[in-house]
RNA sequence: GCACGGGUAGCUCAGUGGUAGAGCGGCUGCUUUACACGCAGUUGGUCAGGGGUUCGAAUCCCUUCCCGUGUACCA
């Protein structure tokens, strides 16, 4: 017998595991590889991201497939890297610099230098979510690495860029766009939050200007650009102010003369239902403002100060200090009506969680491409996602899609590739419009490389939205080989909160300029949760660290944890005791191939006889194969880890092993003995390999130290092709088959009958009980000698005339009347109110049954099977009542 | 407002028309020679509420309530 430690120890075991892997290639992928493709491309973590559990979730299931594509027989491709997540890794660089002494700014810098800085912070700390992801044991071809500014992807986006110009679905505009007051930058619509906030509402009096007694009331959330106020809107329609059109009113701060103008837009039922136009600071009020020809006076800086030397006592203060310093003012003049709680929404920053600014900028746009294929694709199968509900988001949002602000006042991420002639830089910077037609009078020059001539020209200042680059993600990762072999890739895996940051325009952008689909399949991961149901968040502290978790419970134990409550359609709600289970799964694993391996070598026996048990697992083995690839194709991997788990511990270790054990007791007869080990290495060789794709690493260790390695030319687990599942029983016809499972299943359910029997009479751990059976079915020596060592009895009588003395505890069970003769310790009562009791529930049973069938309806309309089942239900139930009732009898 | 997802045992979740399930937890026992990260037994449910369809509903339909998500508008 080997010397193996008792519990199992994950931490060197996957260490040496993913070590042994890479060395020996088994993630690498090769392009020219005749076997079929399968690839995933990772949704590339930022640089300065740390793994949490969604990417825990998000790369498990990933190499779940990967590994389960590796088993079938295909070439993959897992290809990894990382984002450069723009604004998230400038800012991390940018904290850097304030906490010098003194504190240093990006400006302080300069862009050239702090460009390098954000390069060498990148060197040193970018790596370590892949690190961290080669701990969960993710399979990915690491030689692969790609980042999003790498040279070649660089280009790529460039070239996108300037395709995409000279089309004309790039222009460069003057448009209200999400302004963020703190980064200093412009953002997409998506980057922008809309938060219910508690705000609120005041009700400002504007005097008419021919008419010192008449006031017009005007609700506004936002005094504060009173002073940029060029008009006051009411509907058309409204009774209320119907003469005062084309008359005017005083601005109430900044004071001057605007006009009342009628605008469809507003709405006769809220506030007082007039609006003051404030064109600079809101997007429907900008607008109305170009129907109307309106002026814009913009009175905020970009960081949010009020710029308004006009109104000195505004002039320089926060935007949310002179919200309330304006009502203050208006309030002193009596020009404040009534100011009120109210509940509305506000955008805001994804990025730096302040309220956005609508503000006039001068940025670059896109009109997306392919939108119309893109759509098409998701609708008509082409792409399928999954859960399939997904897809009505994905439609909905492109229905409504706008143009992409692509532009951002940032210096890390990809220049936008324009350069302007140095002669007439600062006049095109302001020009209106820029299209393709500049470009075409030499105006400006847009490409992949700078221009010849770069002492001519001036580059424009502006970076690219990060999701810029990303969106070219599947095919800008891929050299022309590897794209002729891996693109399309077959499965993507990400979460919903990025359909359209990414998935959507992956999708365009591959049509665009990859000729197809970026992938077959998007499987949308759940968002895990804590057990409060709460997003995962630093500030929260809710977040467990997985490394953590992967250190107390192994990288296995966590995959399978968490693989056993990843639903397909709803959150996850984590919590840990699923974790733990995984390890103590592990530790399950472990200890029943340590007990294979103390009972040494099997003989090689080329005809083992098997018996009922043995039978039995190998089926249910067959249909755990299955199981796993119907759960798998469907991505349920949720059910896919239940079945795994319920088929070792409950089938295979609670049942079969504890049903051979004494198979392999010394003194055991060699060919029964040899037949158990058969099974047992049987079921341990396809069970491993089935396992191995969601806990590769004690899959592949215990699949070395089983020995089963040696019989594949020492090849790991992992590259060896998944074991036939056709050849288990094959030479047994169909009816051995399901006589042995009858059987089987028999004696495990007589099995625990006799277990509770015993336990009721305080006997559960005497081993010296008989039992005897009066069979209703054939119950041979091995059976009744399994049944002896599952029940923990001496023996078991299998004796049809048995006549029990009065009081023998007994059982119903399906081997027939189960009898634990207690010698001379009978207690008649208590036998008499166990078997009244159990005549109670037949009663309610056959009383249920019968109305059933009372009932003429359900024997006419219910299927004839359905029926037929009940009518036999019935007939048990009876039957068993009649037996228990002569046993009650015969107690009296 | 609109759309989507969910509400099943104390907890986390399976269960798509035919006898309500698993794991954990709780409670009783057990150092049973692979495993106390374990074994055996046991407890525990108006399947959110109401209505309907059906011989039969956790499951299909309608409706209400609650939780979550997305999206639009918000002066």
Redesign the pocket.
């Known amino acids: 017998m080997r010397e193996l430690p008792?519990?199992?120890?994950p931490t060197q075991v996957e260490e040496k595991w993913q070590k042994r892997w890479q060395e020996e290639g088994c993630f690498h992928a090769d392009p020219h590889s005749a076997k079929p493709a399968y690839s995933i491309v990772i949704p590339p973590p930022n640089v300065t991201g740390v793994l949490h559990m969604g990417h825990v979730l998000n790369n498990t299931i990933q190499d779940i497939l990967a590994r389960r594509a590796r088993q079938e027989g295909r070439e993959v491709l897992w290809l990894p890297g990382t984002d450069h997540a723009g604004i998230a890794t400038q800012a991390r660089v940018e904290k850097e610099l304030a906490k010098e002494t003194p504190p240093r700014t990006r400006f302080d810098v300069g862009r050239e230098d702090f460009v390098k800085m954000v390069w060498a912070w990148k060197e040193e700390h970018g790596g370590i979510i892949i690190k961290q992801l080669k701990k969960l044991g993710c399979s990915c071809d690491w030689e692969r690495e790609r980042f999003t500014m790498d040279p070649g992807y660089a280009a790529a986006v460039a070239r996108v860029f300037t395709d995409l110009f000279r089309e004309g679905l790039i222009y460069r505009g003057l448009r209200m766009v999400n302004w963020d007051p703190v980064l200093l930058t412009a953002l997409s619509?998506?980057e922008v939050?809309?938060t219910?906030s508690k705000?609120k509402?005041?009700?400002v009096r504007y005097r008419l200007e021919d008419d010192p007694n008449r006031w017009l009331l005007?609700?506004?959330?936002?005094p504060e650009t009173i002073m940029a106020d060029v008009a006051v809107?009411v509907?058309p329609n409204d009774p209320r102010y119907a003469d005062l059109l084309g008359k005017k009113v005083i601005r109430p701060l900044c004071e001057t003369p605007i006009p009342i103008i009628a605008d469809e837009?507003?709405?006769?039922?809220?506030?007082?239902?007039?609006?003051?136009i404030t064109p600079a600071h809101?997007?429907?009020d900008f607008e109305v403002g170009v129907r109307f020809g309106l002026k814009i006076i913009d009175v905020l800086t970009a960081d949010g100060h009020i710029n308004c030397p006009d109104c000195p006592e505004l002039h320089g203060l926060d935007r949310f200090a002179a919200r309330d310093k304006s009502a203050v003012l208006l309030r002193e003049k009596g020009l404040l009506e009534k100011e009120e709680a109210?509940?509305?929404?506000?955008?805001v920053s994804q990025r730096s969680d302040v309220p956005i600014e609508p503000r006039l900028s001068m940025q670059w746009f896109l009109r997306y491409p392919c939108v119309q294929e893109a759509k098409d694709a998701v609708s008509n199968g082409d792409i399928v996602f999954r859960?399939a509900?997904?897809a009505?988001?994905y439609a909905?949002?492109l229905d409504?899609i706008?143009d992409w602000c692509i532009s951002r006042q940032l210096w890390w991420g990809h220049r936008i590739p324009v350069w302007y002639r140095k002669e007439q830089a600062a006049e095109l910077k302001e020009a209106p419009k820029l299209d393709a037609e500049d470009e075409k009078a030499g105006r400006i020059y847009v490409g992949v490389n700078p221009p010849d001539d770069p002492e001519n020209w001036v580059q424009d200042e502006d970076a690219l939205d990060t999701w810029f680059s990303s969106w070219l993600w599947p095919f800008a990762t891929m050299d022309d080989e590897c794209r002729a072999k891996f693109y399309p890739t077959s499965d993507l895996v990400t979460g919903?909160?990025i359909i359209?940051f990414w998935v959507s325009r992956m999708i365009m952008a591959g049509f665009r300029f990859a000729g197809g689909k970026p992938f077959s399949n998007v499987f949308f991961t759940s968002?895990v949760?804590d057990?409060?149901?709460?997003?995962m968040s630093k500030s929260l502290g809710n977040s467990p660290d997985p490394l953590d978790l992967i250190a107390r419970y192994g990288a296995d134990g966590l995959r399978f944890g968490l693989m056993?409550?990843a639903?397909?359609?709803?959150?996850?709600?984590?919590?840990e005791?699923?974790i733990?289970?995984g390890?103590?799964?592990?530790?399950?694993l472990y200890?029943?191939a340590?007990?294979r391996m103390?009972q040494g070598e099997a003989s090689t026996d080329p005809a083992p006889h098997f018996s009922a048990v043995h039978i039995d697992i190998l089926s249910k083995l067959k249909e755990l194969h299955s199981q796993v690839a119907d759960s798998l194709g469907k991505y349920?991997f949720?059910?896919c880890t239940?079945a795994l788990?319920?088929f070792f511990?409950?089938e295979y270790?609670?049942l079969f092993?504890?049903a051979v054990?004494n198979d392999l007791r010394d003194g055991a007869v060699p060919a029964v003995r040899n037949a158990t080990l058969h099974t047992i290495d049987t079921v341990l060789r396809h069970y491993l390999a089935l396992l191995a794709p969601i806990m590769p690493h004690i899959a592949e260790e215990l699949w070395e130290s089983l020995g089963y390695a040696a019989r594949h030319d020492g090849k790991p687990l992992m590259l060896t092709e998944l074991p036939d599942a056709d050849v288990l029983l094959s030479g047994l016809d169909e009816s051995e088959i399901s006589r042995a499972r009858v059987s089987a299943n028999a004696l495990y359910e007589t099995?625990?009958r006799a277990?509770?029997l015993?336990?009721?009479y305080?006997l559960?751990?005497n081993?010296n009980v008989r039992l005897v059976v009066k069979p209703a079915m054939p119950v041979d020596a091995d059976l009744a000698s399994r049944l002896a060592l599952l029940a923990?009895a001496k023996e078991t009588l299998v004796q049809a005339d048995y006549s029990a003395p009065r009081g023998t505890p007994t059982a119903l069970t399906p081997f027939g009347e189960l009898f634990l003769p207690l010698e001379g310790l009978v207690d008649v009562e208590a036998e008499k109110s166990r078997i009244a009791k159990e005549l109670d529930k037949i009663a309610k049973?056959i009383s249920?049954s019968e109305a059933?069938l009372g009932?003429a309806?359900?024997v006419?309309?219910?299927?004839a099977e359905?029926v037929q089942?009940?009518q036999d239900?019935l007939r048990d139930w009876k039957e068993k009542r009649q037996r228990l009732t002569a046993m009650l009898t015969s107690l009296s």
């Open positions: 008792k519990a199992y120890e619509d998506e939050i809309m219910p705000s509402l005041y009700t005007v609700a506004t959330t936002r809107a509907n837009h507003v709405e006769i039922g809220f506030g007082t239902g007039a609006l003051k809101d997007r429907v109210y509940d509305n929404n506000v955008g859960p509900h997904w009505k988001t909905h949002w409504g706008q919903p909160d359209f968002i949760r057990l409060l149901g709460r997003k056993r409550i639903p397909t359609g709803t959150d996850v709600k984590f919590d005791k699923q733990e289970e390890k103590n799964f592990a530790n399950k200890n029943a340590r007990f103390m349920e949720n059910a239940q788990y319920s511990w409950n270790c609670s092993l504890e054990k099995a625990n277990r509770n015993k336990s009721e305080n559960a751990t081993k923990g049973e249920r059933k009932n309806s359900f006419q309309r219910a299927p359905v089942q009940e239900r």
